[in-house]
């Protein structure tokens, strides 16, 4: 019995060895050289150390601003069916965004209701204040006599988001896809442009978002 409780005390010593040194080791890889909890040590059963890479990345957040609020955003065409929109480019879209922390996402469009104002998205963060959004929003037409005298629909569209967010925490800039796609799913247009946003406060007066 002794014996193999000084085989598991020589275990636990070569562990914190390794643990020691792995701030260095991390900062050489390029993942974020700052400690890693303890809690979240998680060795699997049969593996020979902890899953350091993961524990790294989980804790993105504890040190960095978060993409989690309400936002006014900007976005700007810049080509059209893959041809060049003359600078400084189009915009087409004076919107306000609120990301919420369980990954989902909507947004309120300075467009016509009947047009489809309102589109929701989900999210998720691919690095230290990198965040990817796939947004969906269904489209009507509101040059329409529709019987109801709110537009036709006609069809939808999808917004791919790449965006960072500011070192502040205060904006946040990027690059969008959207694709609107016909009832019967074809493509009618392809837009590709960028996105500038500001965050919005409680101290933030509507005179600003024009």
Avoid at 76 to 88: E, K, L
Wanted: a negative charge.
């Amino acid at each position: 019995m002794k014996l193999r409780i000084w085989n598991w005390i020589s275990g636990i010593g070569a562990v914190a060895l390794v643990f020691s040194m792995a701030p260095a080791a991390l900062a050489q890889c390029g993942l974020p050289n700052k400690p890693i909890k303890p809690s979240a040590w998680r060795p699997e059963l049969g593996a020979a150390s902890p899953r350091l890479v993961t524990a790294a990345l989980d804790d993105w957040g504890d040190h960095e601003p978060s993409i989690v609020g309400m936002w006014h955003a900007i976005f700007t065409a810049q080509t059209q069916d893959g041809v060049a929109i003359p600078s400084p480019g189009a915009v087409f879209d004076n919107s306000m965004v609120v990301w919420h922390s369980d990954g989902t996402e909507i947004m309120e469009s300075a467009r016509p209701p009947q047009d489809g104002n309102y589109c929701m998205g989900v999210w998720e963060q691919t690095g230290p204040r990198h965040y990817y959004l796939n947004h969906i929003p269904w489209l009507g037409d509101d040059t329409s006599n529709a019987p109801s005298g709110i537009g036709n629909p006609t069809g939808g569209a999808q917004i791919i988001e790449k965006i960072e967010l500011s070192h502040d925490g205060k904006s946040y800039s990027g690059t969008f896809t959207l694709t609107a796609h016909n009832t019967d799913g074809s493509v009618a247009v392809t837009l590709t442009g960028t996105i500038s946003a500001t965050r919005i406060t409680v101290s933030t007066p509507f005179r600003s978002l024009l």
